[in-house]
């Protein structure tokens, strides 16, 4: 009988054509995190991503500190779209201290948080470019998102990190004349990314790169759990605005876009057909809002939680779901804070889409999974 | 922060040349007067026309032209002044320069950069100047394991390489450094050093990066060198020459481009993928392979490389201009130039010694000139255009784009080339 060893003490038996990479951190390719990439001449045998390299323990830290002050530094982990990383805290946190919020403050948080994802859609689209080698459209977007960064400064008086969305509502009512500017803003904004089409997608060398390349099913990306632009660009209809309206959005007329392809265009189009409709929902949210109110319910400082509960809530932030579990034990504090964020799902889609893909296309592939690395490793 | 430039106000444009040429005008009396005298008390002075060229003496030449005039032209007609100033070196760097600038703006202008809009005074002037410093300032970092010798050596053979193509580049009728018979067979030879020069820097550094895109740059140059030289034989074919001048020469009445608009195209194409510009950039596909084969080179080396990829730009370009555009040839524009500035009988240096009363320089070189520069900056331009409109293809639509398509219409070139030969159209050494 011969004896075999156990399967982790096995020599691996070493091929010499296969060479590994290592794909960041650091890298201009990778962002702030490591793909370890095994690549067979042009062609990759394995990836293996490790997001683990920003790690910031937010979760932990919310543990320590009140309902209120874990506002600030819960919109970290990306602060390009801090409205919407903080709006399913925000709706958790109503629940667990049990508090309405006024019905302005409904319609400035679509607002607030339709601009943050065309805001964070356009610094994705950016790099999205610079990853093709396309400097014209990492200077676009780049340039043209500042629009909309002067109108969340007007709104929040931050540029980046906002930390408007608070337990009851809003923090500050929007200034004097803010709806005219906006509305102006956004349709000039409008008409800038449609110009996008003309020079970057409709461009015969992009849409040679990123045809065919890394196609995710429709049955994998449901499978693999994926969220967001990459689910509906396999050919799923959903997106939690529409299926689990939450504030308003059950007032407005919101489209979902879907693409059949689930290749790398697809991927890559549909944040961009996305933040047309989120021009088109903060026009209907401008109209429908009352002019005049209240956008904060008072609360008492340091709210506790009734009791011990849990609550889930989620939103559609611009990478997908984004959802936020806290459970309470009564104290001003949380007991337990988890996140569920879309970047995380949609980055476990990735080996299984570079598996056999050209070295070439592994920038196209990873960056159309509409993915951020700081958010998967909170 | 706005992305939008501020209009132009004459009041405000006026003031800032005022203030520029404070600025000059001190740095001159500051740093020129020190430097000059210098120069002109420590160094050795030669002896010109049996006289012992003083500094006093030399301020009082400066004064009167009818003694440094032939000093001026006896040395343009030197070796020297052809190699290192015009047509050489010094011309090839400064249109390198310029181009790095002009880039830079065109760009700035198409994607709304700030950088060289504001950088400076005067147009973003300074942007240049900072990007210098920068890569001076720079540390010059070595891999440990690296080939150290051959790690140092490769940026500046590619300098090397870069300037002999250069030299090779007839500027105007009698105007060229190295007047070479087989000079387009010289240039195949030239050309031929990139991807060994590539090859070996990126061996060199011992780095998994820099060597997958060495072999990329291989692959790339070796299979697009194909398509280049075989769209050069239409010209061969028609000129019956390999010499540059004679090529150019011959397209007095008519530039090849005519005849040849296939090769011309295939010979733009190839030349992009050369000279590794986008959308062939593939050897620094800087989101893949970091920044290619250059991914170790820091500091000045890089921007050694960087000066060599630039006068390599100038001299393709130059090479398009002559093989496909005319070369020198044009209407007269220059204003002629009195008798006595031309051809003053100054008979010196090596090339004019062997032919006496040789003019040192003619009016149909100034007029040459002119035309061969505007044509190479409109080249030059168009070769840095796709920066702005394409995104970075891949390398096996590279190699198919070269093997598959290129290779088949360089040789429909040369049946056209050949047709028109034997319909009699045209004939060896020009229009029949």
């Known amino acids: 009988m011969t004896t075999e060893l156990p399967p982790g003490l096995a020599l691996q038996k070493v091929d010499e054509r296969i060479m590994t990479l290592n794909v960041g951190p650091q890298h201009p390719g990778s962002g702030h995190m490591r793909i370890i990439v095994q690549i067979d001449g042009d062609y990759i045998v394995a990836c293996d991503p490790d997001p683990g390299y920003v790690h910031r323990g937010e979760e932990k830290m919310a543990e320590y500190r009140n ?89 929040t008086g931050a540029r980046v990190t906002h930390a408007h969305f608070v337990p009851g509502g809003v923090r500050n009512d929007l200034p004097p004349n803010f709806e005219d500017v906006c509305l102006r803003q956004v349709n000039y904004f409008e008409k800038r990314i449609k110009e996008y089409a003309a020079v970057f997608y409709d461009n015969p060398i992009l849409i040679s790169r990123t045809r065919d390349t890394g196609v995710l099913s429709r049955q994998d990306a449901i499978r693999l759990g994926t969220t967001g ?39 890559s189009r549909v944040p961009w057909l996305d933040m047309m409709e989120s021009c088109n929902i903060i026009r209907q949210a401008l109209q429908k809002m009352p002019k005049s109110g209240s956008v904060r319910t008072k609360l008492k400082p ?77 | 922060m706005s992305v939008i430039a501020p209009k132009f106000k004459l009041s405000e444009f006026i003031k ?61 007609a030197t070796d020297i ?114 991807p060994i020069i590539t090859i070996l820097s990126a061996w060199s550094a011992n780095s998994k990066f820099p060597f997958i895109g060495g072999i990329r740059a291989l692959f790339q140059m070796v299979s697009f060198e194909i398509p280049l030289i075989l769209s050069l034989l239409g010209v061969v074919i028609l000129t019956g020459t390999l010499n540059l001048s004679e090529i150019a020469a011959s397209q007095s009445s008519f530039p090849w481009i005519v005849f040849l608009p296939v090769g011309a195209v295939v010979f733009f194409i190839t030349m992009l993928a050369e000279l590794e510009r986008i959308p062939f950039d593939l050897p620094e596909a800087e989101s893949e392979i970091v920044a290619g084969w250059l991914t170790e080179l820091s500091g000045m080396m890089y921007g050694l490389v960087q000066l060599g990829t630039y006068l390599k730009l100038y001299a393709f370009a130059a090479l398009f201009v002559v093989l496909f555009l005319g070369g020198w040839n044009g209407p007269m524009v220059v204003p002629p130039f009195p008798a006595e500035i031309i051809t003053d009988g100054i008979v010196m240096g090596p090339i004019t010694a062997k032919i006496p009363g040789l003019p040192v320089f003619t009016q149909e070189m100034l007029n040459g000139t002119l035309w061969f520069v505007l044509k190479t900056v409109g080249v ?39 047709g028109l030969l034997y319909a009699g159209v045209l004939g060896p050494g020009g229009l029949q």
């Open chain 2, 16 to 76: 800032s040349l005022l203030d520029n040429a404070f600025w000059i005008l001190l740095l001159l009396v500051l740093v020129g007067i020190p430097a000059i005298s210098i120069l002109l008390f420590a160094i050795e002075m030669p002896v010109i026309n049996g006289e012992l060229l003083t500094p006093f003496l030399a301020l009082t030449w400066i004064a009167d032209p009818s003694r440094t005039l032939p000093i001026i032209k006896a040395f343009m």
């Open chain 1, 302 to 378: 340091n709210p506790k939680g009734k009791g011990l509960n849990s609550v889930y809530k989620r939103v559609e932030s611009g990478r997908g779901s984004l959802g936020c579990y806290i459970v309470s034990d009564g104290k001003t504090e949380p007991y337990r804070l988890k996140m569920s964020v879309g970047s995380f799902r949609n980055l476990i889609a990735l080996p299984y889409l570079l598996k056999g893909e050209k070295l070439g296309n592994m920038p196209s592939v990873y960056w159309s999974l509409n993915y951020w690395p700081v958010e998967a490793d909170r």
């Open chain 1, 229 to 267: 632009s990459v689910l509906r660009a396999s050919g799923v209809d959903y997106d939690l605005r529409l299926k689990e309206p939450y504030d308003v959005y059950d007032e407005l007329d919101v489209h979902t876009n879907v693409m059949k392809e689930g290749d790398s265009y697809a991927r």
């Open chain 1, 67 to 155: 309902y209120i002050t874990n506002i600030p530094h819960l919109e970290r982990p990306v602060i390009h779209d801090s409205c919407n990383i903080l709006y399913p805290y925000v709706l958790g946190v109503e629940e667990i201290v049990g508090i309405e919020v006024p019905e302005r403050a409904k319609y400035v948080r679509v607002i607030a948080s339709e601009l943050n994802r065309c805001i964070y859609t356009m610094y994705w689209l950016a790099i999205y470019g610079i990853f093709l080698g396309h400097s014209t459209m990492f200077m676009w977007p780049a340039g043209d998102r500042e629009l909309l960064i002067d109108l969340m400064e007007k709104m």
């Open chain 2, 81 to 194: 002044f052809r190699v290192m100033a015009f047509p050489g070196f010094g011309f090839a760097a400064l249109l390198a320069a310029g181009t790095i600038f002009v880039e830079r703006k065109m760009l700035a202008k198409l994607q709304l950069r700030v950088g060289p809009f504001y950088c400076g005074k005067v147009e973003g002037i300074l942007q240049l100047m900072g990007d210098g410093l920068k890569l001076i300032s720079k540390e010059i970092i070595i891999p440990a394991k690296a080939d150290k010798p051959i790690f140092w050596a490769a940026p500046v053979m590619f300098v090397g390489a870069a300037a002999a193509f250069v030299a090779l580049i007839p500027v105007a009728p009698g105007w060229v450094v190295a007047d070479v018979d087989l000079g387009l067979l010289g240039v195949f030879a030239v050309i031929g050093f990139f």
């Open chain 2, 380 to 418: 030059i331009f168009f070769i840095l255009l796709p920066r702005g409109v394409f995104p970075r293809i891949r390398i096996d639509m590279l190699l198919s784009l070269g093997w598959t398509k290129l290779i088949g219409l360089a040789f429909v070139n040369i049946f056209i080339a050949l």
